[in-house]
């Protein structure tokens, strides 16, 4: 085995993604070290650094005096080919140490189309990729994250899900690790000692009739958030301060996971949020703080919030963002305010061109509230507005489509009536569109997905169709969408699916340009799979559904109700306004919840 050496890293696109040593990174002495622990990312740098996610655990199992955290990412095919020339192992980016040589190694599950990745980080790592392959000396292979609410599709490759959030089972299952380490015991000890803890599935102990339940963060004012977290060497997605303000969604958008998979909502303090931003400022040197949250407009506080962080970053010319936001609930005056220190475009997500095709997905706004948060926009300076739809919806129909078409025709005519003087420029809408993917947890997982075919079709009629020249269309691949059904909602063969398409070279599925279709139709011929069996099929509200044995709060009765509705096109109120019986207070205390 060689080493990898300068002249290797300048032949690559983006060497620093490989070095580590960036500002903020943990280093300590493995002596003292009585589990290591390697936090994978299955993809890039670029992506990986941006995620909450791993920034938080990093932080939390690095507190820790018996225990190592280190950064671990799927290198971009340049840098690969060259470690696989050189026999160089995967390694962490802090010790540089090959994976195979940690206690445990811990991937985070945030997209179905990441887990060809997994088995190659494995493979490239010198660890044994199907479970029960791997020997005693090799480490335990854990997985959490969103898609872990359907833990059966990848089974056959991990040891260990923890399902929920990890922030206090993380902790745990160090804890636990490093007692049976001590003890000398054969890995199905540690195993058997872990298997009736809160939040923890093993898959070649749990049987299906095993319901497992998440593990819920109560207090989110003193749950650990890091504020002196890595600071990357280069350029990623999201080079910014990220400040979690709150978990959950108070909104039941039925297509969403995240908000039922993340329920109930739970804030934390505008004191907190404020002394963390300012901890982060100071700590990371970055000149932008990112609200994230799945409606952070929604916060309580939100205002109160929203001034006290201009108030922090004028002086320092630290702006802020927003993700998406409710278009019904916009402050012109707080955007006005955020403007001023970095101005950007307004992101907006009406999901659906039709009010009637709203009141199916339950997204709860109406066009009057758009065109008028549109105008409020425009009136106060913006002339760029982005708007987000899914197309494939359960009961769309070309009307619904030819409504997205009116819609953005329309804030550009609204551009245009404004007077010249209130006017910046030239109006510019981008209509973006993504194919619906019917997901476990959700009212419309008994939903089929619409056919490539079908897709494509209307695709090309948004296309030929949204001819104004002041607005743009973007669309995304169906082919990936359709993967992305099959697999969120498949069974326990496609673990064998996976397999195959890796093996016949598939890897980094989610990146258009690298997506191998030729690797994915090979392995759904072979095993005799026709894709359109998992995405388009249609279940019964009765059928046993493979992710059935996880609990994540919201009872299946109710998701029931919710599909019922959404056929009937009737909503259902947020939960701030009036109380659904979701459910999730079986688990967790919701605030919301009937008294």
């Avoid at 690095?62 to 290198?75: I, L, S």
């Avoid at 758009?370 to 926009?377: T, V």
């Avoid at 953005?408 to 005519?413: C, K, L, R, T, Y």
């Avoid at 002041?470 to 669309?475: E, F, H, Q, R, S």
Wanted: charged content about 30%; some cysteine.
């Amino acid at each position: 085995m060689q080493k990898i050496t300068r002249q290797d890293l300048l032949k690559v696109e983006k060497p620093a993604r490989y070095v580590g040593g960036e500002y903020n990174q943990v280093i300590k002495n493995k002596e003292n070290i009585k589990c290591r622990f390697a936090f994978c990312f299955p993809d890039i740098y670029d992506i990986g650094m941006s995620n909450l996610g791993m920034k938080i655990l990093y932080n939390v199992l690095n507190k820790r005096q018996d225990t190592w955290c280190e950064r671990v990412f799927a290198p971009w095919s340049d840098f690969e080919e060259i470690m696989r020339k050189k026999q160089v192992k995967l390694y962490a980016l802090e010790s540089k140490d090959s994976i195979d040589k940690f206690d445990i190694v811990g991937f985070t599950l945030q997209y179905e189309m990441s887990y060809t990745n997994i088995l190659n980080m494995l493979d490239l790592g010198g660890i044994s990729i199907l479970s029960k392959d791997r020997g005693e000396n090799e480490p335990f292979v854990v997985a959490g994250g969103p898609c872990a609410c359907n833990p059966v599709t990848i089974s056959k490759f991990i040891d260990i899900f923890m399902l929920g959030e990890g922030e206090e089972l993380i902790n745990t299952l160090a804890e636990e690790y490093i007692k049976w380490k001590e003890k000398k015991l054969p890995k199905i000890e540690f195993l058997k000692s872990i298997k009736d803890l809160k939040g923890i599935y093993i898959p070649s102990i749990h049987t299906k009739d095993n319901i497992i339940e998440k593990v819920v963060i109560k207090d989110m004012d003193k749950v650990p958030y890091p504020t002196n977290y890595v600071v990357p060497s280069t350029d990623i997605i999201q080079n910014r301060i990220s400040l979690e303000v709150f978990r959950g969604c108070t909104r039941s958008c039925r297509f969403c996971q995240a908000g039922y998979i993340y329920r109930p909502v739970r804030e934390k303090s505008v004191d907190t949020l404020l002394s963390q931003a300012k901890e982060m400022i100071k700590k990371t040197g970055q000149d932008e703080v990112s609200l994230c949250s799945l409606s952070t407009i929604d916060y309580s506080d939100f205002n109160k919030l929203a001034e006290g962080l201009i108030d922090i970053g004028k002086d320092k010319k630290v702006g802020i963002s927003l993700p998406s936001i409710r278009i019904d609930a916009i402050d012109v005056d707080i955007l006005k305010q955020i403007q001023e220190v970095r101005k950007s475009s307004l992101t907006f997500a009406p999901e659906a061109g039709s009010q009637r095709l709203r009141d199916v997905i339950n997204k709860n706004i109406t066009k009057e509230n758009i065109l008028k948060g549109c105008k409020l926009a425009f009136e106060n300076g913006w002339s760029n507005i982005k708007l987000y739809f899914m197309i494939g919806l359960p009961t769309e129909t070309y009307h619904d489509l030819r409504e997205i078409v009116d819609l953005a025709n329309s804030i550009v005519d609204l551009y245009y009536s404004l007077p010249k003087e209130k006017r910046r420029g030239k109006c510019n809408v981008t209509v973006s569109t993504s194919t619906f993917v019917p997901k476990p947890h959700t009212p419309f997982q008994w939903f089929g997905q619409n056919t490539i075919d079908k897709i494509e079709l209307k695709q090309q009629f948004l296309k030929e169709n949204l001819t104004n020249k002041c607005v743009k269309y973007n669309w995304h691949n169906p082919e990936i969408s359709r993967l992305e059904a099959v697999i969120s909602r498949g069974d326990e063969k496609i673990n064998d699916l996976i397999y195959e398409a890796f093996k016949n070279g598939a890897k980094f599925d989610s990146w258009e340009e690298k997506l191998n279709l030729d690797a994915w139709n090979k392995a759904f011929k072979k095993l005799k799979i026709n894709p359109e069996d998992y995405a388009s099929k249609e279940y019964n509200l009765e059928d046993k559904l493979p992710w059935d044995n996880i609990m994540h709060g919201v009872t299946k009765e109710f998701l029931k109700r919710e599909y019922n509705k959404a056929i009937k096109e009737e909503t259902t109120p947020r939960c701030s306004l009036k109380c659904s019986a979701c459910g999730v207070n079986k688990i967790a205390e919701c605030k919301f919840m009937k008294k």
